[in-house]
Structures are given as structure tokens and as C-alpha cells.
């Protein structure tokens, strides 16, 4: 946990600062008879800000995150779950957070009393996993350019207004995910569009993707009716297109390129860059075959020379990480570093024209 969730917990709320208590001329006792009553207050707002406002499942005080009141009304609690990122308790019913991952997940998703996930992802979510815990599924891929009024009220309808708690996700719970959580909360916990973009920006939406903040701003709560007139089924599993499911593997195969450069490539089993070489080969094919098969055609020539570039962009890294392998006191990490960054330049560059 970061040093400044213990700051926010102390003070009680994000951006309020503790009165200036120090003006003036005081004496030294009365100084010190005012600085032991501020620090009672804010050792009593320690101990009430962790109290959790949901049923939890039991985890060390380590594990244990503090309560975030942005604004005076809206609180917000974290916790570390097991195969979990950025698990948030936006409400009793609503959380929000990163595809679950393992038994283990679904596990703890359950024993929160949640009985419905919402995957905005393009991934295919599991199903299976989740139905073994009495979870049901329901597959709402969404784009980071925003959520559509009919696609938002949607996802209330599939979040539903019983009381067992409901989780939504996207891969890494940091930009679709919360806003689609924050779309909910808006229709089902009377959250204003202040308090949701708030929301966003604590859980690390970022503002690359005005179009998600859009979605919020601009969002019309359903009426009961409106609900109604969705037709029943509307959710469930979609789909997912082939130029999805590939982007989905790629960016499977960049993150854990991303986890063997923070460790300088090492691998306990094997030499240096051998086990990040491997996974170069199947990042480049994928590129390679995304455009063979002449997936994202529809989106034109200029897509297709970008997937062009990607690809011959980690052709070079793969060529650096096998020097890499084959004299790894021959080869400044920087120059294998400055290639798997020219390649996320490129994917970048792609996502902005054609994604975002």
C-alpha cells in the first residue's frame, strides 16, 4: 500500500488538508496542550476510518486497506484480494476492480456475497470458475472511446436492484471497469457525475480516455420503465471478435515482457533474456498473424502499416533480447529496454487513431 493511503487515512477525506493550527504567538504549554488534542482527534479518525462498510473476509492488518471519503458522502473501501488488482467496495452491493483470476479469486468474490460479475473486457471471462462458486457471468465487452446511453443502461439492468453484491471489471480494473462501476452506481446508489468522476480519477482512470469520462458526465439515469423495456437475456456471454481475442494475447504477452524488464530479464531457470526471448517469438507471431489473416481490415490502410510497424518493432526486440541471451555482459539492458519501448510507442500510437 502507498505511503499516501496512510495520509489520506489520518486526514479522513482526500484534499483536506488539517487546519493551520500553528498562527500566532502561543507559548510552549499551550502548544503542547494543542498538539496532544490534535493528535487524539486524529488517532480516533485512524481507528474509525478502517472500519470496513462491508462484510469482509478475514485478512491481517496488513492486507486491510484504509477509507477513502473524497468528498463527505461517497466512501470508498480497498482491499487486497487474492488474484485481484485494484479491488474497490464502491457500495454494500457494488465493487469494481481487474479480471479474477483463479479459483482463488472467485473464491473470495463469493465469500463477499457477490453472485453476479460484469466483464466489460474484451477477454473471454470464466465462466466455469465462476458458476463452481454460484456466480453467474455476464460478457459486456467495451471500447475505452465510452459507454453508449443503451449500453450503460444495460449494464443496470444486468446489476439488477436485489441486494447481493455485484462486481465489475475490466482487465486490470483501472479505466473501462470504473466507469462502467461508476455508471451503476450513479442509477443504482444515486451517485451524481461528480462523485463518480471522482471515483475514476482515484482508482487511476486516466484522462486519455475523455470519452469514458463523457459516458459519466453525460449519463441519463434509467427509470424503472426504461429498465423494463430491455429485453430479459440482454446480458449473458457474447462473442468475442478474432481482432479482440489477439489484441487481448498481446497485451497478455507485453505486460509479462513489462514484469521480466523489471527485473533486468533474469529468470531463476533459465540464463538471462532466455525466458523473455520465448516470449517475444509468440508476441512478433501474433503480430505477424493479426496481419496475415487481415484482422482490423475494415479500419483501413492506416491500421494495417501501423500493425506493420508493431510487428517489425518487436522483431527487433526479439533480436535484441537473443543477444541479450547470448552475452548478457556484451549488451547495455538499455538498448533491449529502448526496443520493448519503441514497441509500446507504436501500440500507443495505434491505440489513439483506432481504439481510443
Keep these: 500500500m502507498k505511503k499516501g493511503f496512510d495520509r489520506a487515512r489520518c486526514r479522513g477525506s482526500v484534499g ?9 504567538k502561543r507559548t510552549f504549554d499551550g502548544l503542547a496542550v494543542l498538539a496532544g488534542f490534535v493528535v487524539v482527534l486524529l488517532l480516533g479518525a485512524c481507528r474509525t476510518s478502517i472500519e470496513p462498510s462491508v462484510a469482509m473476509p478475514e485478512q491481517s492488518a496488513a492486507n486491510r486497506s484504509i477509507r477513502i471519503q473524497p468528498i463527505p458522502t461517497l466512501s470508498l473501501e480497498r482491499y487486497h484480494l487474492p488474484g485481484i488488482e485494484n479491488f474497490w467496495a464502491l457500495s454494500q452491493r457494488i465493487h469494481s476492480g481487474s479480471a479474477p483470476r483463479e479459483d482463488a479469486a472467485f473464491e473470495a468474490l463469493a465469500k463477499l456475497g457477490i453472485r453476479t460479475v460484469i466483464s466489460v473486457d474484451g477477454a473471454e471471462p470464466d465462466v466455469e470458475t465462476a458458476a463452481r462458486h454460484g456466480i453467474r457471468t455476464v460478457h459486456m465487452p467495451m471500447g475505452y472511446s465510452g459507454i453508449s446511453q443503451e ?7 444486468a446489476a439488477g436492484s436485489g441486494s447481493e453484491g455485484v462486481y465489475v471489471h475490466c482487465h486490470k480494473g483501472r479505466h473501462r ?26 482508482a487511476g482512470t486516466s484522462e486519455v480516455y475523455a470519452g469514458l469520462y463523457n459516458s459519466v458526465k453525460f449519463f441519463q439515469v434509467p427509470s424503472a420503465q426504461d429498465l423494463e423495456n430491455i429485453p430479459e437475456g440482454s446480458g449473458g456471454t457474447v462473442e468475442v471478435s478474432p481482432l479482440v481475442e489477439c489484441m487481448v494475447q498481446i497485451e497478455n504477452r507485453f505486460e509479462t515482457l513489462r514484469g521480466f524488464a523489471a527485473n533486468d530479464y533474469l529468470s531463476l531457470e533459465t540464463q538471462p533474456g532466455r525466458a523473455a526471448r520465448n516470449e517475444s517469438v509468440l508476441l512478433w507471431e501474433l503480430f505477424g498473424e493479426a496481419r496475415r489473416m487481415g484482422l482490423g481490415g475494415e479500419l483501413g490502410p492506416d491500421y494495417q502499416g501501423r500493425l506493420a510497424s508493431a510487428e517489425a518493432a518487436a522483431q527487433f526486440l526479439h533480436e535484441q533480447l537473443g543477444r541479450l541471451e547470448r552475452d548478457a555482459s556484451g549488451l547495455p539492458l538499455a538498448i533491449v529496454n529502448a526496443a520493448l519501448e519503441s514497441m509500446a510507442r507504436e501500440c500507443a500510437g495505434c491505440h489513439r487513431v483506432h481504439r481510443d
Design 151 to 157: 449500453d450503460a443502461w444495460r449494464l443496470v439492468k
Design 16 to 24: 483536506r488538508e488539517p487546519d493551520d493550527i500553528g498562527r500566532g
Design 177 to 202: 471497469g470504473p466507469a462502467a462501476a461508476a455508471l451503476v452506481c450513479m442509477a443504482l446508489e444515486g451517485w451524481s457525475a461528480t462523485f463518480a468522476e471522482r471515483w475514476m480519477h482515484i
